[in-house]
Nanobody
Framework: QVQLVESGGGLVQPGGSLRLSCAAS????????MDWYRQAPGKQREWVAT???????MYADSVKGRFATSRDDAKNTVYLEMNSLKPEDTAVYYC???????????WGQGTQVTVSS
């Protein structure tokens, strides 16, 4: 059974930082591309960041320079370090594990991040 469990969300003031984690089980974690998405109330889910199985990272323009994703294959965990947080970063953050062949994709349950003073 595949499970992705996000943690680390919470309430933070503007300008603050949070570190999200996503722990995977039931998959060979090291061969999966890991994505972070977020969904704000009333909005569609949007892509935030990706880290490939080779460690290449990519970011949405809205978070570039503020967020950083990394992975620890020994711990089957991917991280999202979020700095200089803004109220518009408020959303439920989800991790996604995917591979192309065979096509597989798995989602976590999400963790709430609220940026407010």
């Amino acid at each position: 059974q595949v499970q992705l469990v996000e943690s680390g969300g919470g309430l933070v003031q503007p300008g603050g930082s949070l570190r999200l984690s996503c722990a995977a089980s039931g998959i060979i974690f090291s061969i999966y591309v890991m994505d972070w998405y977020r969904q704000a109330p009333g909005k569609q889910r949007e892509w935030v960041a990706t880290i490939t199985d080779g460690g290449v990272t990519m970011y949405a323009d809205s978070v570039k320079g503020r967020f950083a994703t990394s992975r620890d294959d020994a711990k089957n965990t991917v991280y999202l370090e979020m700095n200089s947080l803004k109220p518009e970063d408020t959303a439920v953050y989800y991790c996604n594990a995917r591979r192309s062949w065979p096509a597989q994709a798995y989602w976590g349950q999400g963790t709430q991040v609220t940026v407010s003073s």
